[in-house]
């Protein structure tokens, strides 16, 4: 970093977006805007079983329509991939069949076996309708779990449902139990859930023959990914696509990988030389996109007499579904490593486990490993109950505190001296008035009324700096008017990065945030995109790092310009004065023009313009953490859960932009209060999805969610910014905390729930089984 | 395929005029024949409210209309709100102080139904403001800033400033 560099003047602020006037007013460009000429429309026709054998397939009727151009089977396009692995997916790895398109069999309700391209989304559809399709049923695996011991295959080819089974045991754990006061067991299961993008996915294609190019313009998260997986579908250079990155509607880590259908799109368009457009709509998109939380982790945790944590025992098991996105990942070997988290929790010993089955793929969504936070808390929350502890009283016994840090974690994990989990918990728990709501709790259920509190702690690791997701680069130039572009390999969709970085930026060289321009995709050095966390932590000190070469050079040549020395002059909102001599400057365009149109006037071995590139990379893993408690009343009437407060108490190091920050975190509780109390993708035995449309599929309206209070407990990390990643952290919190506020609410009829979702139905189940017993 | 009909509104203040089969939507028409790709479609089944543009007045969801059910009518759109290119609608003003918006997808159809809320309701309580924007869906925001713009906007155009 330069020893010159800027105070920072806006770092810290809440600065308005520099992306909304166009957002506000409509003039957003996202993939469905994008309009060529001579574009067609494709549209997929899926299965309507769970597991059947296609016995005949004829498309003449379809291809025979007027305005129809082309009708595929997987016969006629899966030949032409060379591979469709995710880039973090390892090549050796094994995985579910290399189809865009079912060919001979298909495997879920969704599964698209034909795509026609057409003039028109309307007329593609039509002909859907004139397909011929027969199917012979097979008996589906629609239970994960006794999906490992089920003799139907969703994949015969891989010869067995069990795509992972990693066993970590740990003899120092089997110790600890042998003379424990308490051993206490639960297991706890997540339900299927969905990311839910308000934009579904899309893309266009459009290949242009003899050069041998293929232009992109997709709904993405990560333009590079889009480039790579692209080039290996195709079997050309990765030089050969271009990703045009525009607005992109939301993710949620949906959109970090390729979809079958987008590959298919890929393909397509090279084949009829012509523009191929597909958007997918919203039944598609619940259906088939990618689903998630389908998991269950049984835990058996060891405490002594006194409430002091000793050890755990975990098994985890969840369901990847039949085509995970993304390619079969192992989010549960993370979860149960994760399991310890911000306590001191004693050795650990850990399986985990992942089956395929016959229904949509599991996909990242947004803290894709969050079953740790959710097991962990919901499990001290019974563990407080059993052993007869407050909950908040047995998390400050057994919580790391700051003499505890750094922090080798049984499991592999380490913390640094930079986490603040003893702070966020405190800080939650005053907020919050914890005292004052079991006083209020208390009188209620003297009228009958139930209350509940639930509090959650947890530490996510963020911007992971491992494999492909290591690095970021910036490029930044100063043009000739002083104007200052970034290219970068992020994929802001919602997380307000043409505002952050431009503020981090314009710390760093000295300009104004609206003097920075974020340039996403094409032209753009690689990076994973924006997912994970990541952005803030590893973009942003790449873009901080970049902004700082081209710092240090605007210096030299205005103080060779001016005369004066370099030690001797400031740079703030594009203006390079002498310190305590204002009159003395020049402006950044002076500079810049100088550098670039005349050069001869530069410093003696200065080189000719005003441009950086630098790259960075991130250490393994960068902690933040927070506190939620929330509190809800229920209707044993209705089994309705009303939530009264909800308070955030979180750490992410310095804060870029508070409003941004507060935002991620708004957009990640909500998510997680829909999935504990709402979202549901019911299949029912047959394997057949009864939640198609956002009638079924309840996303949380205005009228669900209370008024967040957000806390800020600030301990910078070791990163270049002190920045830590906060984007998924709203939804890892959430869903134990709102758990456990119900959970408490219940507790007076002696029911304790162990699975989501916990809908009026639930409640009032969890009710009843009380008065029978 | 039916065949085509001439199809005539006002947009925005503007005659469109174009062709369509019966079974033409008001969105479709409005993204592709009026070159309003601010009406986005986020569900096509009338519950995301993403296309919300007003009809005469009335806050319609244009995926559930069929574009010749809007004959002659007077259509405004996201992109008819603020009066000119320099200037943001104060309930555009108030999504953009407030953090209202995120990925911004869902945004034109919420900015559309506030305007619409707030000239029928323009001093709700905090309650009115939850359920009369209920009938939209953000996936982003968690609503908290949608609701606090929404507070602003209502402020703002019965001219108690912000």
């Known amino acids: 970093?330069?020893?010159?560099?800027?105070?920072?003047?806006?770092?810290?602020?809440?600065?308005?977006?520099?992306?909304?006037?166009?957002?506000?007013?409509?003039?957003?460009?996202?993939?469905?805007?994008?309009?060529?000429?001579?574009?067609?429309?494709?549209?997929?026709?899926?299965?309507?079983?769970?597991?059947?054998?296609?016995?005949?397939?004829?498309?003449?009727?379809?291809?025979?329509?007027?305005?129809?151009?082309?009708?595929?089977?997987?016969?006629?396009?899966?030949?032409?991939?060379?591979?469709?692995?995710?880039?973090?997916?390892?090549?050796?790895?094994?995985?579910?069949?290399?189809?865009?398109?079912?060919?001979?069999?298909?495997?879920?309700?969704?599964?698209?076996?034909?795509?026609?391209?057409?003039?028109?989304?309307?007329?593609?559809?039509d002909a859907l309708d004139l397909v011929e399709v027969e199917f012979e049923p097979l008996d589906p695996v629609?239970?994960?779990?006794?999906?490992?011991?089920?003799?139907?295959?969703?994949?015969?080819?891989?010869?067995?449902?069990?795509?992972?089974?990693?066993?970590?045991?740990?003899?120092?754990?089997?110790?600890?139990?042998?003379?424990?006061?308490?051993?206490?067991?639960?297991?706890?299961?997540?339900?299927?859930?969905?990311?839910?993008?308000?934009?579904?996915?899309?893309?266009?294609?459009s290949w242009q023959p003899h050069a041998g190019v293929m232009e992109v313009w997709a709904s993405t998260q990560s333009p590079h990914e889009m480039q790579l997986v692209g080039a290996r579908v195709l079997g050309i250079g990765e030089h050969k696509i271009v990703v045009h990155f525009g607005d992109v509607g939301g993710g949620f880590g949906q959109k970090m990988f390729l979809g079958r259908e987008d590959m298919a799109v890929l393909v397509a368009a090279k084949l009829l030389a012509s523009p191929v457009k597909w958007i997918e709509d919203r039944r598609e998109n619940l259906l088939a996109s990618n689903h998630a939380r389908i998991e269950q982790m049984t835990v058996t945790m060891a405490v002594d007499e006194d409430g002091n944590f000793l050890a755990a025992d975990l098994d985890q098991l969840e369901d990847d579904g039949a085509y995970p996105l993304g390619g079969p990942a192992t989010p549960g070997a993370m979860a149960t490593m994760l399991y310890p988290g911000p306590y001191r929790m004693g050795p650990v010993s850990w399986r985990a486990r992942t089956v395929y089955t016959n229904?949509?793929?599991?996909?990242?969504?947004?803290?894709?490993?969050?079953?740790?936070?959710?097991?962990?808390?919901?499990?001290?929350?019974?563990?407080?109950?059993?052993?007869?502890?407050?909950?908040?009283?047995?998390?400050?016994?057994?919580?790391?505190?700051?003499?505890?840090?750094?922090?080798?974690?049984?499991?592999?994990?380490?913390?640094?001296?930079?986490?603040?989990?003893?702070?966020?918990l405190e800080q939650a728990a005053?907020?919050?008035?914890?005292?004052?709501?079991?006083?209020?709790q208390a009188k209620a259920r003297e009228e009958g009324r139930y209350l509940g509190l639930g509090m959650a702690l947890y530490i996510e690791p963020t911007s992971m700096g491992m494999g492909p997701l290591g690095t970021e680069s910036a490029m930044l130039r100063v043009e000739v008017d002083g104007h200052v572009n970034v290219f970068m390999g992020t994929g802001s969709h919602g997380q307000s990065l043409e505002t952050t970085i431009a503020q981090l930026v314009a710390d760093e060289l000295g300009v104004r945030p609206e003097d920075v321009t974020l340039h996403q995709g094409h032209g753009s050095g690689y990076g994973f995109g924006t997912g994970g966390s990541r952005s803030a932590v590893i973009a942003g000190s790449a873009a901080r790092a970049a902004a700082s070469g081209v710092r240090d050079k605007v210096v030299a040549i205005a103080a060779h310009l001016m005369e004066a020395s370099a030690d001797d002059l400031e740079v703030a909102d594009g203006v390079i004065s002498v310190k305590g001599?204002?009159?003395?400057?020049?402006?950044?365009?002076?500079?810049?023009?100088?550098?670039?149109?005349?050069?001869?006037?530069?410093?003696?071995?200065?080189?000719?313009?005003?441009?950086?590139?630098?790259?960075?990379?991130?250490?393994?893993s960068t902690h933040s953490n927070a506190c939620h408690i929330c509190t809800c009343e229920l209707d044993p009437g209705t089994g309705k859960v009303t939530l009264l407060r909800y308070v955030v108490s979180e750490d992410c190091g310095v804060l870029i932009n508070p409003m941004v920050v507060d935002g991620q975190i708004a957009g990640g509780v909500v998510q997680g209060i829909g999935g504990v109390l709402y979202e549901h993708c019911v299949y029912d035995e047959s394997g057949n999805p009864l939640a198609s449309t956002f009638l079924d599929y309840l996303v949380p309206t205005a009228a669900e969610v209370p008024d967040?209070?957000?806390?800020?407990?600030?301990?910078?990390?070791?990163?270049?910014?002190?920045?830590?990643?906060?984007?998924?952290?709203?939804a890892i919190g959430a869903p134990p905390a709102v758990f456990n506020a119900v959970a408490d609410a219940l507790a007076p009829f002696g029911v304790y729930p162990n699975r989501q979702p916990l809908d009026p139905n639930a409640v009032l189940s969890l009710i009843a089984s009380a008065s029978d017993s | 395929?039916?065949?085509?009909?001439?199809?005539?509104?006002?947009?925005?203040?503007?005659?469109?005029?174009?062709?369509?089969?019966?079974?033409?939507?008001?969105?479709?028409?409005?993204?592709?024949?009026?070159?309003?790709?601010?009406?986005?479609?986020?569900?096509?089944?009338?519950?995301?409210?993403?296309?919300?543009?007003?009809?005469?007045?009335?806050?319609?969801?244009?995926?559930?209309?069929?574009?010749?059910q809007a004959e002659g009518a007077d259509i405004t759109t996201v992109e008819g709100l603020a009066p000119d290119d320099e200037t943001l609608h104060p309930v555009q003003e108030a999504f953009r102080d407030c953090h209202g918006l995120q990925c911004g997808f869902c945004t034109p159809g919420f900015v559309v139904s506030v305007a619409a809320f707030l000239e029928a309701n323009p001093d709700p309580s905090d309650d009115e403001i939850r359920h009369g924007i209920a009938g939209n869906l953000c996936r982003c925001t968690g609503y908290q800033g949608i609701v606090a713009a929404t507070r602003q906007a209502a402020a703002v155009l019965k001219g108690e400033g912000q």
């Open chain 1, 359 to 424: 229904t949509c793929g599991r996909g990242a969504y947004r803290g894709p490993w969050q079953m740790e936070s959710v097991a962990r808390e919901q499990m001290i929350d019974r563990v407080a109950r059993e052993i007869g502890m407050d909950p908040l009283e047995l998390r400050r016994q057994n919580v790391l505190k700051p003499d505890d840090l750094p922090y080798q974690v049984s499991t592999g994990l380490f913390f640094e001296t930079t986490i603040s989990p003893e702070q966020t």
């Open chain 1, 581 to 620: 001599t204002p009159a003395a400057s020049m402006t950044m365009a002076q500079v810049a023009a100088t550098a670039y149109q005349n050069s001869d006037a530069l410093p003696p071995d200065t080189e000719a313009g005003l441009e950086h590139t630098a790259r960075y990379k991130a250490p393994p």
């Open chain 1, 142 to 205: 629609v239970d994960y779990e006794t999906a490992a011991e089920s003799d139907d295959l969703v994949h015969p080819e891989l010869g067995s449902n069990l795509a992972h089974d990693l066993p970590v045991p740990n003899p120092a754990q089997e110790e600890a139990f042998a003379d424990a006061a308490h051993i206490i067991t639960e297991t706890w299961h997540q339900h299927r859930q969905t990311n839910v993008p308000m934009e579904t996915r899309g893309i266009v294609a």
């Open chain 2, 1 to 68: 395929m039916a065949d085509q009909v001439p199809l005539s509104m006002t947009v925005n203040g503007r005659t469109r005029r174009g062709m369509g089969e019966p079974r033409l939507t008001l969105a479709d028409f409005l993204r592709e024949q009026a070159l309003c790709t601010g009406v986005h479609l986020g569900c096509e089944h009338g519950v995301c409210g993403s296309c919300t543009v007003l009809m005469d007045g009335e806050a319609v969801r244009s995926c559930l209309l069929f574009a010749v």
């Open chain 1, 430 to 440: 005053e907020m919050i008035g914890y005292d004052d709501f079991r006083a209020e």
């Open chain 1, 1 to 125: 970093m330069s020893n010159t560099a800027a105070a920072a003047r806006y770092v810290g602020q809440s600065v308005k977006r520099l992306e909304d006037p166009r957002l506000v007013t409509g003039h957003g460009r996202y993939v469905d805007d994008i309009v060529l000429p001579g574009m067609l429309h494709a549209a997929f026709g899926r299965s309507d079983l769970a597991r059947a054998t296609i016995t005949r397939l004829d498309t003449s009727a379809a291809e025979a329509l007027e305005g129809v151009h082309a009708v595929y089977t997987g016969a006629d396009l899966n030949s032409h991939n060379d591979s469709l692995r995710a880039s973090l997916h390892p090549p050796e790895s094994p995985a579910p069949p290399a189809n865009m398109l079912a060919d001979g069999d298909v495997r879920f309700v969704g599964d698209p076996y034909v795509m026609v391209v057409a003039d028109s989304r309307y007329i593609a559809e």
């Open chain 1, 708 to 730: 967040l209070e957000c806390g800020h407990v600030v301990v910078p990390s070791d990163t270049p910014g002190g920045h830590k990643g906060t984007g998924e952290g709203g």
